[in-house]
């Protein structure tokens, strides 16, 4: 990827999450102070969540990459400490905050899950009331614990099983990160329609050797597809469907009769600012060409996988509950946002990820959705990195 294409994940950022941006980043403001920053430092920066991109707008507001490398380095390394896959991803809002406000008394050598995990407890003792003071060490692993059985919870262990553990913790707290590693049982909420079809899908072997190079398209792949779309309802209204109509007209003549009926209906399904991105990527393509059958392939695959809406768990403590709070929301993965990630890449390569996400929607689980993104991201240069994980 080119810095363009990471600069304009980072201003696609700032739409999604609503950050009101300050007087100085107004305009054309916020382009110029992100062109200021190389390749390296925007990829970074392009993988933060709304919390770490607050601060780092924030913390680099009229300095140049020099003046920030160093807090860059410490905000790297903790985001993926509490991102999706990390340990600590059970954070609240108010604790990522208070993080990132103690990066200045922090060397970039220390800082370690331990480390960030008692600087986030301070937060805790502040809704507590005090500094310190009636905060023992068991109250703190009980809090601790408190966080466990809810995320324990929404991956599918029983109230049983979550106390049995919470038992061998409580006899050796060493042991209290094992409980976030443990394997997933249940994440992800799935359409009745594709759910039926699991159990014939999880049988399936991924595409040998001999059959990298071709999209995947068995029929029992297709039938997966097809219910899976069915079970997509979403209310639109007039305003976007004459937008998505006139845009869409402009791809099927483009495309002609290379656009299946299925393909058809989803593309109908996509929001007008991605199908015009569609458009504008498949105009650039030949028409006929093996890159046009992929580039649809993919605009396929991705718009079906965001619609998997995935368990996220929350948590926090109350000082007047007096004992752990949780929630629980749902929400897909938007792959959209990864459109520009995959028009530089290979033919070889961009069947393997399509390959990858159909095979993924045969048997969805969060672990893959999450590390397919976080590929296409993060190691968009290497193959090997694309895998299933189950």
């Known amino acids: ?148 059985a809810f995320y324990l919870m929404n991956m599918g262990y029983s109230r049983q099983e979550i106390q049995e553990k919470f038992n061998k913790v409580r006899g050796d707290p060493a042991k209290l990160d094992e409980l976030f590693n443990l394997p997933q049982k249940e994440i992800y909420n799935l359409p009745a329609e594709l759910e039926q079809g699991q159990d014939s899908a999880s049988t399936m072997q991924p595409p040998s050797g001999n059959e990298s190079n071709a999209v995947d398209q068995t029929p029992s792949v297709q039938e997966v597809i097809e219910r899976h779309m069915q079970s997509i309802h979403e209310d639109i209204t007039d305003e976007r469907a004459q937008k998505v109509k006139e845009i869409f007209d402009e791809i099927r003549a483009h495309v002609r009769e290379m656009m299946s009926e299925l393909q058809e209906k989803i593309f109908l399904q996509m929001h007008p600012d991605r199908l015009r991105r569609a458009l504008k990527m498949l105009k650039s393509t030949k028409r006929k060409s093996k890159r046009m059958e992929l580039l649809l392939e993919w605009f396929t695959a991705s718009f079906l996988l965001s619609k998997i809406e995935l368990k996220v768990e929350h948590w926090q403590v109350s000082s007047s509950a007096g004992h752990g709070d949780a929630g629980v929301f749902t929400a897909g993965i938007d792959f959209s946002r990864y459109d520009n990630v995959i028009k530089d890449f290979q033919d070889g390569k961009l069947t393997k990820i399509i390959n990858v996400a159909r095979k993924i929607l045969q048997n969805p689980t969060k672990k893959a959705i999450q590390k397919l993104g976080q590929d296409l991201i993060a190691s968009t240069g290497h193959d090997e990195h694309l895998y299933f994980t189950d």
């Open 1 to 148: 990827m080119q810095k363009s294409d990471y600069l304009y994940m980072i201003l696609d950022n700032v739409l999604a999450f609503s950050i009101q941006l300050p007087p100085e980043y107004q305009e054309n403001g916020l382009n110029e102070h992100l062109d200021k920053f190389d390749e390296n430092a925007l990829k970074v920066v392009a993988g933060f969540n709304k919390n770490f991109l607050m601060h780092f707008l924030d913390q680099s507001s009229g300095k140049i990459q020099k003046d920030v490398e160093e807090v860059l380095k410490k905000m790297e390394v903790i985001s993926y400490m509490v991102g999706p896959t990390g340990n600590l991803n059970y954070f609240i809002e108010e604790q990522l905050d208070h993080v990132l406000n103690k990066l200045s008394s922090l060397k970039l050598e220390e800082i370690d899950e331990a480390k960030i995990s008692l600087i986030a407890d301070e937060n805790l003792r502040q809704q507590f009331g005090g500094t310190g003071e009636g905060y023992s060490v068991s109250e703190a692993l009980e809090n601790q614990l408190t966080s466990a």
